[in-house]
Structures are given as C-alpha cells and as structure tokens.
C-alpha cells in the first residue's frame, strides 16, 4: 500500500525541518569549539626574554621564528600550573607562542616540574633558570638545543623569586630570594654551548654560591639600572632593603657601610622606610630607638624625627628636644600627651584619667602591661594595647634614569615613590606644587584597586625644535611608573614632568627617541644628559609654607656673583650678605621643585605630578559663575549707590563691579612679565600647575613657546571632579543647625571670682573643633525662652532681642558664650534690622531660660565660608583628649573654607580671588548672600583594560626588533597581554 505523496509532504518538511536544526545546532557547537578552544599556557605567571645574535640550528623549534640567523629573542613564560616553560618569538611587532614539538597537535611546551615560579635568562641568551617552588631548586634549559639539562643547582631554602645580574664576566649572578631561612642566594649563571660550535652541554654548575641574609621574607627583587644595587622589599617588613652588588664609591660618599657583619659587598647597606616613620621598622633618625621606642612617636602615624615623614602635627611635643629643661623629652615627659600641644609644661588634660594603656589590665593577652611595657601603647592616654600587624611592600621597580624607585602597596592601593639618590621615600603629597598633604591620608601615588606589579618608565617627547637650528629644541621627560592593579587595568602616573630647552654642541640634531631609549654612549655624550639632573625633592614633612624667597635669594646672588667676576676693583666682598648661604639658598629652591640653569647649554624646569597622567592633559574648571542670591536690603543699597553716584555704573547683576564677587584667576602675559620660554631665567611654569608649555603657533607669534593660562582650578591630585559650590556671606556652618544645645547651670556657669559674664554651653551631637566652629564666630538661639509665673524675669530680655551671642572659646563638644557689647562687633552691618546694639541681649543666657534642648546655629563672623558639594567645609583643627589641636597640614592655608572680602580663596578643588567691590556684604534673615559654582571634571586617567582578571607580573623589553613590548602575565585565564610600544596596538597570547 503506497502512501500519497500530498499525505507525506507535511511529514518530509517536518523531518527537514529538524535535520536543519540538527545541522545548524552541530554547526554552531563547533564553531563555539573553535572560539573557545583551551589555551595552551596554563597559569603563566612569570616573564623574561633571553637575547643572542642567532639561534642556532640544533632545536626545530627556532624554525618556526621570523628571521632565526639575524637576531634571537627568546620570550620565556614560566607556567606555574601546567609546570611548562613556554617559548615565544619576539622579533616581530606581534609576539608568537612557538610550537616545541610539531609532532603533537596545538601548540605544545617544555615539560619543567617541580611548579616553576620564576624564570631569568642568562646574560649570554644561551640558558633560561627556572625557578621551582616543590623542587626547591634552580632547573636550566638549554636554549641552544631546547631541552632541560640533567643537573640543577640546589637551593638552601624556599624560593621565591629570582632575577640575573650581567655585569662583565665577575658580575655576572643568579640572585635568588629565600624563605626560611630569609637571605640572598647568589651563583654564578649556567651557560650552554651552541652544538654547531663544539661539544653540546651546559656550564657553571660547579661554581661556590654566596648568601647574605636578610631581615624578613622576601617578596620581590628589582636590580637598579646600573645593576650595582639589589632593591629587596618584604611581605613582613615595611621598609626596602638596598643591597649593593659591588664596591662603589657612592657607597662612601654618602657613608654608607655594610650591615650584619659583612666586611664588604655584597651585603645590605641602607634600609629605607615605605610608609610613616613611626611605623616603618626602622631607625628614622639614629638615635638607637624604632618606632614605638622612640619617644615622639605617639602613633603609628606619627614622625619619628622633626624631618621625617608623617600625618601628625609637628610642635614642642614631637621635636626631640627637651623644651621645659627637666630631663624627659617628647612622649617620656608626663605633661605630653599629644603631639599637637602647644606646650612641654603645660598638659592638655588631668593625667589621673585612666585609659588602657594606664588602666594595670593587659587588655590583649599579649603578657605586656600598659605604657611602655605594651609596645602598642603610645603614652599612657593611649586607647589600646593591641598592636597592628606590619604591612609589608609589593612589586619593586627601578626608573630606567636611576633616579627613582617605585614599591606597589597593594593594601593602600598606592604606589609608594623613593629618591634613588637620597635613598629616602618621598611624601609625594608634600613634593607635588602646591602641596597637597593636608587633603591626603596616603603618602604615595593613589593608583586603580590592589597594584600587583610596577614598572619605571621615562617617556621623551620633543615638543618644539628650532626651525633654523635641528640642534636647538625643547625636549619633555616624563619620570613615571606603569602600575598593573587587580582590576584588570594599567595605569600610568607621573612622578615629575620636566621641560628642557637644549643646545648640542656636537650633533646636527637632538637625539632621536630611540637614542635616548636605548641610552649609552648616544646619551653620555649629548648635551641633553644634563637635562636629567633633577632637583632632590621634599622627602619630608616641611611644616613651612613654601614661597619664592630662596630662589629670589639664590638667582640675586648669582647675578651679583656674575656682575663681581667682571669688576677689577674686587667688589665681591658686596655680594657678602646676598650670598652669605647662597648653597643653603639654592637646596631651599631645589626643594620647592626648582633647579637653576645647570648648563651653559640647557635650561630646566620642573613639575612635580606624582598622581595619575591626564589622558588628555584636561584640568577641571569653572564652568558658571552667575548665578548668585542677595539680601532685598543689599540690592536697596546698590540701588542707593547708583541713584547718589554718577559715575557708578549701572550693573546690579551678578558680575557688578559695585559688589563683592568670586572671580577666575586666570595668569596672564602682563603678569607673569615673559613671553617665552628662552626669556625665562627659570620658567614659571614650577608653581602654577595651571600652566603649559607650547610650541610656537604657526605665524611665528610668540616664538620659543609660549606659557599661557589653561585652567582656573588647581587639584590635590589632578583627579578633578564634578562638584557644586556655596560661597556664602556669613552662611551657617554645616551641621551646626541643631537642637541638642544645653546651657549649664547657672552655678556653673558662675567663675570662682563671682563673674557671670559668660556662659557654657554643651552640644553633644556635633564635634565642633571638626566642624570648623572658632572662636569669633557667632551662636544664634533659635528657641523661644521660657515664659510663665515659673520663669525668672532675667528670662524677659531674651524674648524681644536677636539671641545671638559671641563664642569666645571652643572645646569638642561645648562652647563658651559672651554677649556681644560692641556696636563694632554687629555681625550684620548694613543691616537695618540689626544696626541697634540694643537688637542683642546684654547678659549670656541661663539655663533657667533654656530649660530644655535649644536650637542653635553658628556663623562666622565677617567671613564668607565655602562648601562643596562632595568636599563638604574644611577644618584645620581636630579634637582630642578633650580639647580642639591643630590637624596634620593646619599650617597650609588651603586647609580652610574660610575667607575674608578681598583675600584668595585656595581648597583643595577650587580657587579664585573674591574681589571686594563698593558695597560690603549683607546677611539679613530674608535671604543669603551666596554664589553657586561648579567644577566640572575633565580627568581622564591614562589607563588601559588588559582584559585580565588576576594579573601577576608585568615587564618592559624595549631592545627587541620589532619594537619595546610591555606584557603582562594572567594565571587566572591562561593569557599574556602585550602591548607593542611603538605602534600601540595590542595582542594576547594563550
């Protein structure tokens, strides 16, 4: 029985239906197959390249590279996971995996077990040292043949990590850091033969090793460019070691010796601290003391010498001087108990106060009892014996000049910078112009999440060349560090931004940039080396203001000095007082970031960054400056002045001449009195980070470059960002509008003498001395007084009167009130309402008026105050132990909201002049006499998504064919990100 064709149609369509989708499913389960397919690295973790002239003939593998017989550039990629060490051709613009045994399928590598961890190429490119955790040893793989050699060098303890010294054939070393026991493992490098030249195999195995101990467990090695220095940072410590590798005559210039009993190098010779001194584990300041130890460490924050580095206020308590003359200094002396009080001999509160650290309890279990027995406890107001763990330092770098070291932290997601030359760290807050310490917490350059890996750079740019003279130009150098952060990005930061105007004597032309890359005699000879003598930057917290006077002091005797070289008559002896400590003079100016002219053929000037490089090279700015509000009763007295004036204008808007308003600074040609930077004796562009170098425009104005203003906002880190801004006459405080004020009693508001002048009042709610309240500023009560048969008749001149008062002293939570007794003292002049003296109570007010809690507000007097929207109102002072000290950058004047008619306003975001125009402000009770402003954020940090998700080392190999590659390696997803540097494209290699 055959079945119609009309009744199988249906069927036949439906079975073709589903064999397309079963195709179109197979289909798509093999192409996903393809684009997933595994990588063949597994867990690299660790870099390196081995060079030599050409790679031989005795491993197939080399026949896959791109031109074997003219250059070898061996990638070696240490897989922890796999435990394979994984080949790379990089002569090319793009790196390629190479295939070591074609006879397999995918792309396979060198079996190496023992969970490599690390590897370094021989100096020679002939042999690649694998670094084995499990093994605990040293594995070599001959590169000539590709095959791992049967002996290996033995290690006395657990390996971390490893790094090759190739100075000269006695330089030449493996250095090895160790765990348990804690020290450098040093040996000379194995080499291996090229078979087409002798006997295969490899040497150097036989060779006595040498070891230096350390003080803690090694977390990273980084040799410095001259490779005569070892930088060692700990995961227990937090302070670098410097080793040095060989005797050098710097070590003696700067009096430097070795440590631990070795005799010469190499030993460790310097310790340098990587965070504050009282907290860095080590002797800031020689006098035998460490930290807690040292009695002016009150915390861990503290300094441990008046030239150190820390987050604490710097005064008669923490100098290391004896100031009362009665034997005990600093923290030994009882009557200190705080490093911001003003006096030795006079103690900030009762001492019969018990704390935890005077309470006999040992409140940790630790078996140390109380100050100074509990080395936790830093005096006996100290509020807790239990003692945080060190944190040590991460990835090490070396700047490629020699002129900076940079350690990753990953725990303050920071980049902590170190003068290689003073071998000191620098509070980059207090180096950056203006500084920007009082506004940061860290000492380092603030970087993405978690910084695992750092490199030191220097980018070199020429920005202008001489039309007429190719040897003439002005050339930028950027001292930075590219950071690697657990984000899965890189950032790159600046330390210093230098501009060089330079002249070669003896080239047609300024070196190329792959001239100066790659250094050498290139560099040694040009002119332009003399660009790269930087000031030594502030490594310490300087408690004065920086200004211009030692650079004034330093260039006025110089030209004296000049003037006196050309007078027969001797009149040098005239320059006596100029130049009485013209060196002290020119440190102070090197200091503030500045260097004079050190050549007869260049001029520098410097700008200290240390912070994340704009993309853009954008700065934040004022956006809108219109938009103000004022009292009726002003606006009447401008009117007044209009109508009674003839020759005032006509303006009543926000932009009146006739009243007080906050205007952009912008610099400008006539006040900066240059044109261009070959006029410049010292280019102003070393305190005005609002300030840039141009080339000259193509109609040849302002020939030489100009300096022009660019933005009108500075920032404590270049990280501008969009805010809203209050400046207000006489506006309230934030936060001081409250209801929990209480007077006391009028008992005790009553002085011992009978005076009942004053009153205190309590204000639980609110630290004051952080709310920025001062004595001077006005309290007003906004509560009704009590009224009734119960309330006293003194309560009556409190109902009919403005309750404000003067606040004449200030402590965390209460404040002393005074009336206000002088018409000179009205806080509203202008004002109709409040002209009358009689307007304010005569006497303070009492707590039988104010039984209850009061409503209060305080305002300055006098003053503007000004708000951020995200930067809230600053205050220079703090409370502790129950009185308000100065904070840590108090002295710094951008460490106020605060502002007087006529006097410049610097914050941290924001800056301008407030002008005073004809007619002083007025505050009434109708409305505020404020602007509106806003910044709007124009930072874009320089930073590039690697597309990692753990990344754990990054390197630079710049002397490669194709081009200077940066890569860095991903355990977590089997990849190495490559970035090629001279073309700026990317690749990734699996």
């Not at 031109?67 to 790196?95: K, V």
């Not at 007097?861 to 129950?882: A, P």
Request: charged share 30%; aromatic share 4%.
């Amino acid at each position: 029985m055959s079945t119609p064709l009309s009744r199988l149609r249906p069927c036949l369509y439906r079975l073709g239906s589903l064999a397309l989708l079963a195709l179109s499913l197979v289909t798509w389960g093999c192409g996903e197959r393809e684009s997933r397919n595994p990588p063949s690295l597994d867990g690299p973790t660790a870099l390196d390249v081995a060079q030599r002239d050409q790679c031989g003939t005795a491993s197939p593998a080399f026949r896959q590279f791109r031109r074997p017989r003219e250059s070898c550039d061996i990638g070696l990629i240490a897989n922890t996971n796999g435990e394979r060490l994984a080949l790379a051709d990089m002569s090319g613009q793009t790196p390629r995996l190479v295939d070591v045994d074609r006879g397999t399928p995918s792309i396979t590598h060198l079996r190496v077990e023992g969970r490599p961890i690390d590897v370094a190429a021989s100096p020679d490119g002939s042999a690649a040292h694998v670094l084995r955790s499990v093994a605990g040893d040293i594995a070599v793989v001959d590169l000539w043949r590709v095959q791992q050699a049967e002996r290996t060098l033995s290690l006395p303890g657990t390996p971390k990590t490893l790094v090759t010294r190739s100075v000269g054939d006695e330089g030449r070393r493996l250095i090895a850091g160790l765990h348990d026991p804690n020290a450098l493992w040093m040996h000379p490098p194995v080499t291996c033969r090229n078979p087409e030249e002798g006997e295969p195999g490899c040497t150097g195995f036989e060779a006595d090793p040498t070891r230096v101990s350390l003080p803690g467990r090694v977390a990273h090695l980084e040799l410095g460019p001259r490779q005569r220095r070892l930088y060692v940072t700990y995961s227990d410590r937090a302070f670098m070691s410097v080793v040095a590798l060989s005797s050098d005559v710097s070590l003696d210039d700067r009096g430097l010796t070795c440590r631990g009993g070795r005799a010469a190098p190499p030993c460790e010779v310097e310790r340098v601290g990587l965070t504050t001194g009282c907290d860095d584990g080590i002797d800031n300041d020689g006098d035998g003391l460490i930290d807690q130890e040292d009695p002016q460490c009150y915390g861990p924050d503290g300094r441990e010498s008046p030239e150190g580095i820390g987050r604490t206020v710097s005064g008669p308590c923490n100098d290391g001087i004896d100031n009362d003359g009665d034997g005990d200094v600093d923290r030994e002396d009882s009557e200190c108990q705080s490093p911001a009080q003003p006096s030795e001999s006079e103690p900030l509160v009762d001492t019969s106060v018990e704390t935890i650290c005077s309470d006999g309890d040992d409140n940790d279990d630790d078996g140390d009892v109380d100050f100074p027995d509990d080395s936790a406890c830093y005096g006996e107001q100290g509020a807790t014996e239990r003692a945080t763990p060190p944190a040590g330092g991460g990835s090490v770098a070396a700047g490629p000049m020699g002129r900076f070291v940079y350690v990753a932290d990953p725990n303050g997601n920071q980049v902590m910078t170190i003068d290689a030359e003073r071998l000191s760290l620098i509070d980059t807050a207090r180096a950056t112009t203006p500084p920007t310490a009082p506004f940061r917490e860290t000492l380092g350059i603030t970087v993405g999440d978690r910084p695992v890996s750092v490199i030191g750079t220097v980018d070199r740019n020429i920005v202008w060349t001489d039309p007429e003279d190719a040897s003439h130009g002005i050339v930028r150098h950027r001292y930075g560090v590219v950071a690697v952060a657990g984000d899965g990005r890189l950032y790159r930061a600046d330390a210093i931004e230098s501009y060089c105007e330079v002249t070669e004597r003896d080239r047609d032309e300024l070196l190329s940039n792959d001239e100066f890359q790659l250094g050498g005699e290139s560099l040694a000879d040009a002119e332009e080396r003399h660009c790269l003598s930087l000031p030594a930057f502030p490594t310490q917290s300087d408690d004065a203001e920086m200004d211009d006077d030692p650079c004034e002091a330093a260039e006025a005797c110089r030209t004296c000095l000049e003037a006196a070289e050309s007078d027969d008559m001797g009149s040098a002896s005239a320059c006596r007082d100029v130049c009485s400590d013209f060196q002290g003079q020119r440190e102070a100016c090197r200091v503030q970031g500045r260097e004079l002219t050190p050549s007869e053929t260049t001029r520098l000037t410097i700008n200290p960054r240390f912070a994340l490089r704009d993309l853009d090279s954008s700065s934040g700015e004022i956006s809108a400056t219109g938009n103000c509000n004022e009292p009726n009763a002003y606006l009447q007295s401008l009117r007044d002045l209009v109508d009674t004036n003839p020759d005032a204008p006509a303006s009543f808007g926000c932009f009146s001449p006739l009243r007080p308003q906050p205007i952009s600074r912008f610099a400008s040609s006539e006040e900066l009195q240059q044109d261009s930077f070959e006029s410049l004796s010292r280019a102003d562009l070393l305190t005005r980070t609002d300030l840039v170098l141009e080339p000259p425009s193509d109609d040849g104005a302002g020939e030489g470059g100009e300096v022009r203003a660019t933005t009108v906002s500075t920032s404590d880190d270049r990280r501008y960002r969009s805010e809203n801004w209050r400046v207000v006459y006489e506006g309230v405080i934030p936060g001081s509008r409250r209801d929990d004020g209480l007077l006391a009693r009028r008992d005790d508001a009553t002085a011992d003498d009978g005076d009942t002048t004053t009153s205190d009042m309590t204000i639980g709610g609110l630290d004051l001395c952080r709310a920025g309240v001062r004595a001077g500023d006005r309290l007003e009560i906004r509560t009704e007084p009590r009224r009734g048969d119960e309330a006293p008749e003194t309560c009556r001149a409190f109902r009919d009167q403005e309750r404000i008062f003067e606040i004449t002293d200030v402590k965390p939570r209460s404040v002393t009130l005074t009336p206000l007794d002088d018409t000179e003292d009205d806080p509203n002049p202008g004002s109709d309402a409040r002209d009358d003296n009689d307007a304010f109570p005569a006497r303070p007010p009492v707590r039988e008026c104010f039984p209850r809690g009061i409503e209060i507000e305080i305002r300055p007097h006098d003053e503007w105050i000004v708000v951020g929207s995200q930067s809230g109102f600053i205050s220079s002072r703090t409370s502790e132990m129950g009185t308000c000290v100065p904070r840590f950058g108090s002295e710094s004047r951008r460490q106020s909201s605060r502002v007087e008619t006529g006097d410049v306003f610097t914050g941290p975001y924001l800056e301008f002049r407030l002008v005073e125009g004809s007619v002083a402000p007025t505050r009434t009770d109708d409305a505020a006499f404020e602007y509106q402003l806003r910044t709007r954020r124009a930072f874009r940090p320089s930073r590039n998504a690697i597309g990692t998700s753990f990344p754990s080392e990054a390197a630079i190999f710049r002397s490669l064919p194709g081009g200077g590659k940066l890569m860095v390696s991903d355990a977590s997803n089997d990849s190495i990100f490559v970035q090629n540097l001279r073309v700026g494209s990317n690749s990734v290699l699996r």
